[in-house]
């Protein structure tokens, strides 16, 4: 008796003590097969001669020459280039404005805020929706400042080919700097005002108080966004699909629109896997030091 | 945090003020235009876009191109309107993100009140697994849903959602039960109470607040998502993106900008009431979304 109920005791443990890591085993098999073992699947496809069909025999590095021979190719890294610094240049420049504005004792703070963060809520596709029209010349900006008399305003980017990208950081940036002034505006209101009392006594003017003592306090801010923005410049699809399908031509081809096209509409499997890991690894060299000294500097 | 009105330091005089509440107010305009032209022109009859005027208010206000991209406006085939559609993204949505923030509350309180060896490494790949370009599991996810059986549908786009949506969901219920005083769930193991009754009686009645949040950011996210609605569903299963994105780049027939700009704001309007009734909470989602540890 005593022997059976000190087994089931036992038993009764065990499930105790196993109870926790069955509940998370199923997010953890999840993660595992559909994160980590799909990464493992992809970067294997891009070593094999995958077409319409993933197919298994290797050939090497061939996908991955071929991909850097693509004149695609090179345009999606080079346009990919022009917008995450402009995007991140301009996310920041005027995010870190607002928020030193904003910071000033404003009347009806909050009210401003919330219009400028807005735009964070919505989907990709819809901003893309709307700048499209509005970037139109045919009956956007360019016809409505014709209409009020100024005919000889042009602004046709958005049918330029060299022009074209600018369009995708106008409204990446309208869509994105609202929610970097927020980060810049937390930031600033961790500051301690005792430094900035004594250097004030100090003969500093608000300039040289900004320059030399503000802004640089604000370099985890700046580290955050500019991780933020690069992860979602790397990432950006809906935006472009929306905005300009890739267009005209070609001159806003992205690697994710290029991953997309070779991978589902052109039957390149091999090439579209081969470009997915190059992405990937892109955001790995940006993500991995990132979340590797923020959970260090959690750990002291 | 400290906004203590008799400590601010920096003061700006008259005309320093009067040019950051024109920059501001410049800012407002720039952020609200978008919105203003789509709003403005979806309540205005077509030959009004045509004739030009994108910025003026409508001359004859209607309400046809609403209904039309509500129930007719031409989507693919179909002159359905965006009504399926969106009733795709609803069925898409609710389940995933309910059965995604459960999971995360659960997760998230193994991995702070019950941890075991390797928790770290755990959470180091569910942190990894958040930030991933999607276009690395496109492929092979497209392979699975197709074994599964549930390719091109409604279900498919859940279990696809829910799958991606732990990673956060996790994130944010693990930072905040870590703050969560471990006295408490010790007392009441010693007092013989068990892992989901301490998860229940416990931690459940103070997560209101991160709940909140993770619900925000997982309806805004798979609400917004095109990519994964673009890649895994067909005619029938589409989200609401995806419907719209086909509405306006249909390349049949007259531009119908009206019933465009009428789309957009009906795909807009779930976030949108959102970000209005709960701004707080989105904003707070948005900075632990970014700032993460």
Known sequence: MASSAARRGSAGDFLRDALPKIVLSPSLAMVLIFVYGFIAFTVYLSFTDSRILPSYDLVGWKNYINLFRLRAWTIAVKNVVIFGGLYITFCCFIGLMLAIFLDQKIRAEGFIRSIYLYPMALSFIVTGTAWKWFLDPGIGLEAVLHSWGWTSFQFNWIKSNQMAIYTIVIAAVWQTSGFVMAMFLAGLRGIDNEVLKAAQIDGASNFSLYRRIVIPQLRPAFMSAIVVLAHMAIKSYDLVIALTGGGPGRATELPATFMYSYTFTRNQMGIGAASAVIMLMSIAAIMVPYLWSELREKQQ | ?293
């Not at chain 2, 989200?239 to 807009?268: D, R, W």
């Open chain 2, 1 to 293: 945090m400290s906004s203590n009105a008799s400590t601010q330091v920096v003061s700006t005089g008259r005309g320093a003020r009067f040019v950051i509440y024109t920059i501001l107010l410049i800012f407002c305009l720039y952020y609200l235009l978008p919105l203003y032209v789509m709003v403005v022109n979806s309540l205005k009859p077509l030959r009004e876009i045509q004739a030009g005027g994108m910025m003026n208010l409508p001359d004859a206000w209607t309400l046809e191109p609403w209904k039309s991209a509500w129930s007719t406006a031409q989507i693919g085939v179909q002159a359905t309107g965006l009504k399926p559609y969106f009733m795709n993204s609803i069925q898409m949505v609710v389940p995933a993100v309910a059965i995604s923030t459960v999971l995360g509350a659960l997760n998230g309180y193994v991995l702070t009140k019950w941890q075991f060896r390797g928790h770290k490494i755990i959470f180091g790949l569910l942190l990894f697994a958040c930030f991933i370009p999607f276009q690395i599991v496109l492929i092979p996810m497209a392979r699975i849903l197709g074994i599964m059986g549930i390719a091109g549908s409604v279900p498919g786009l859940i279990f696809v959602h829910l799958v991606y949506g732990i990673g956060f969901s996790t994130l944010y219920f693990r930072n905040y039960y870590a703050q969560f005083p471990d006295e408490l769930v010790r007392a009441a193991q010693i007092d013989g109470a068990g892992f989901f009754t301490i998860f229940r009686r416990i931690m459940l009645p103070s997560s209101g607040p991160i709940a909140v949040v993770c619900v925000i950011w997982q309806f805004t996210n798979i609400w917004n998502d095109f990519l994964f609605g673009a890649s895994f569903s067909d005619f029938n299963s589409q989200p609401m993106t995806v419907a719209l994105n086909n509405l306006v780049q249909s390349s049949t027939g007259v531009k119908e900008y009206n019933v465009h700009f009428a789309g957009a704001i009906m795909a807009a309007l779930p976030t949108l009431l959102v970000y209005i009734v709960a701004g707080r909470y989105f904003v707070r989602g948005l900075m632990a979304g970014s700032v993460k540890g």
